[in-house]
């Protein structure tokens, strides 16, 4: 019963994105931040941390994990820029409190946080559950948001593999004891401010999981460059992916020779990643920072011949 219950925990992790190498991650950083602190926003106690300098880049966790979980691509990310990292809601040193979790608040809660931090916009990378609050943030102040990367995350429940959403739904509290001896529950307990309220947030994110949600008629309001990523074995459907890609304008046509028909959207698939653990994979930094600075000059097969 035990080791069912921990595989479906490990398997519900589509929105969550369960953090089995978050100590790792956490060992891995080597970037101390500057600044961190927490910021009471709409009745939430969120904690934040700022690292590096440059151009503002705020960093959304996965479900269940905390800033923690980016701790081997912290360094990288945080050259050349100042990363605003946070503890979502009921995760890491942001405690659960009474208010429920819905990525559509947290999305005004983010809003609200980076005003009360002096940020009029940013750049932004969500991973996961982290990438479904970066989605939201995007949609509902396209204002604070310059450019968006959102890793592993998709615009509608749909986009699971079928035993991956029928196993969601099961997520419960009652498996809070069953997993005491996982990576998951250690990485929590040891920085949650009541670590007694691991079930409450296991009861929350199974409640966040099994309502149904579909946002494809939000996507056509990010205005803003987007670039999705996804690992080639991720829990979302290849054809979730294209269609994410396509309703962003991407995908429609070909670029043409002197790349006139390119889209301002980008889409990045890593190889040999998965759901579980593209978030800290050294090809992520490589891929995304080159978008989020804006980089988009490439030579020519003219410039190439001529040795330009």
């Not at 592993?152 to 004891?177: C, H, M, N, R, W």
């Not at 670039?227 to 459907?237: A, N, Q």
């Not at 269609?243 to 040999?272: H, T």
């Amino acid at each position: 019963m035990k080791s069912t219950l921990i595989a479906l925990i490990a398997s519900a992790a589509a929105l969550l994105a369960v953090p089995a190498v978050a100590e790792e991650a956490r060992k891995a950083e080597t970037v101390a931040p500057a600044k961190a602190g927490h910021a009471e926003i709409n009745g939430v106690n969120y904690y934040y941390e700022i690292r590096g300098e440059g151009e503002p880049l705020l960093l959304l966790h996965g479900g269940l994990g905390s800033i923690d979980m980016f701790g081997p691509v912290l360094p990288a990310l945080s050259e050349g820029r100042q990363v605003i990292a946070v503890d979502l809601h009921g995760h890491g040193r942001t405690a659960l409190g009474s208010r429920d979790i819905s990525l559509p608040d947290i999305g005004d809660d983010l809003a609200a946080l980076l005003d009360e931090l002096g940020y009029e916009k940013v750049d932004v990378l969500g991973y996961s559950f982290g990438g479904g609050a970066a989605f939201r943030l995007a949609v509902q102040h396209p204002e604070a948001v310059r450019r968006l990367a959102l890793v592993s995350a998709g615009f509608s429940d749909d986009g699971f593999y079928p035993e991956i959403k029928a196993q969601q739904v099961q997520l419960t509290g009652a498996a809070a004891e069953f997993m005491k001896e996982t990576p998951m529950y250690a990485s929590y307990v040891a920085v949650a401010p009541k670590p007694e309220d691991f079930p409450k947030l296991l009861d929350q994110m199974g409640n966040l999981m099994r309502k149904p949600y579909d946002w494809s008629a939000d996507v056509s309001k990010l205005k803003m460059p987007v670039m999705l990523v996804f690992g080639d074995s991720d829990m979302y459907r290849p054809e979730h992916v294209i269609k994410f890609y396509q309703l962003l304008g991407g995908g429609l046509k070909d670029a043409g020779w002197m790349r006139e028909n390119l889209s301002q959207n980008r889409l990045a698939i890593i190889p040999n990643r998965t759901h579980y653990d593209v978030f800290f994979a050294p090809e992520l930094a490589g891929a995304v920072l080159p978008f989020l600075n804006g980089e988009t000059a490439v030579k020519s097969w003219d410039e190439l011949v001529a040795g330009k």
